[in-house]
């Protein structure tokens, strides 16, 4: 007896508690509920103070924290926490959109470290230039702040106008992406010139004629733009 075979009915306090288990793990209610098992015997009833607790707080997302209140308010809490959002968008960043952090080829210890650092020190470097380029970019550069951190976020009167025509709020020139803008940074490219009827090793590089978008994203990093590379 005391098989749990679908069908057939359970005896043994083993077997019950192994089925009950289940059906509690599934949909997560045991705190709600106290059981009573033993061979030949089940029994469950309603924890009410359970769901009285449960049911004051729900809907609500409760943040806890051991940091002194004297060291962030309730706000600034909320505030920090919802800021992870960018913490998770750039470990996409470096994972699988632009840095491909996975899959690794790489087989010794050393390889590896080195490869990861490399991702985290260029994904360090885009958090600066999404910061650098946002007059040049969807990125709103006056976020109001709200008055109650936990209300929906709103958009800038500056951005929306970015939104909505694609352009810089200042100017005429339009907006990218921080993804399409690098796209349109790379093609700002070093040639090769040859003299004709002069040896092939004889020549000189020179840098295309950048756009004024590229002018503008140099500008903002504080950089000139190089005549050559070397």
């Not at 969807?138 to 800038?156: G, I, L, Q, Y």
């Amino acid at each position: 007896m005391g098989t749990s075979r679908a069908g057939e009915r359970l005896i043994k306090a083993g077997p019950i508690g192994v089925r009950v288990g289940k059906v509690l793990g599934k949909h997560n209610m045991a705190k709600h509920f106290r059981l009573s098992i033993a061979d030949g015997l089940f029994t469950f009833t309603r924890n009410q103070a359970s769901i009285d607790t449960e049911t004051a707080l729900d809907g609500i997302y409760i943040i806890r924290t051991n940091v002194p209140e004297t060291q962030m308010d309730a706000a600034t809490v909320v505030t920090t926490y919802k800021s992870l959002g960018n913490v998770e968008r750039d470990f996409r960043c470096i994972k699988a959109i632009d840095l491909d952090l996975r899959p690794n080829y790489h087989w010794t210890d050393t390889r590896v470290r080195a490869h990861v650092f490399l991702c985290m020190l260029a994904s360090y470097l885009v958090w600066h230039l999404r910061h650098a380029w946002t007059p040049l970019t969807f990125t709103d550069e006056h976020r109001p702040d709200p008055a109650d951190p936990v209300a929906p976020a709103n958009r800038s009167i500056t951005a929306q106008s970015k939104a909505s025509t694609h352009t810089g709020a200042d100017t005429s020139d339009p907006v990218y992406s921080c993804r399409s803008l690098l796209d349109h940074l790379a093609t700002l490219t070093r040639n090769r010139i040859h003299i004709a009827g002069h040896d092939q090793n004889i020549g000189f590089e020179v840098i295309a004629t950048p756009t004024p978008i590229q002018r503008r994203a140099f500008e903002l990093i504080g950089q000139p733009i190089p005549t050559t590379l070397k």
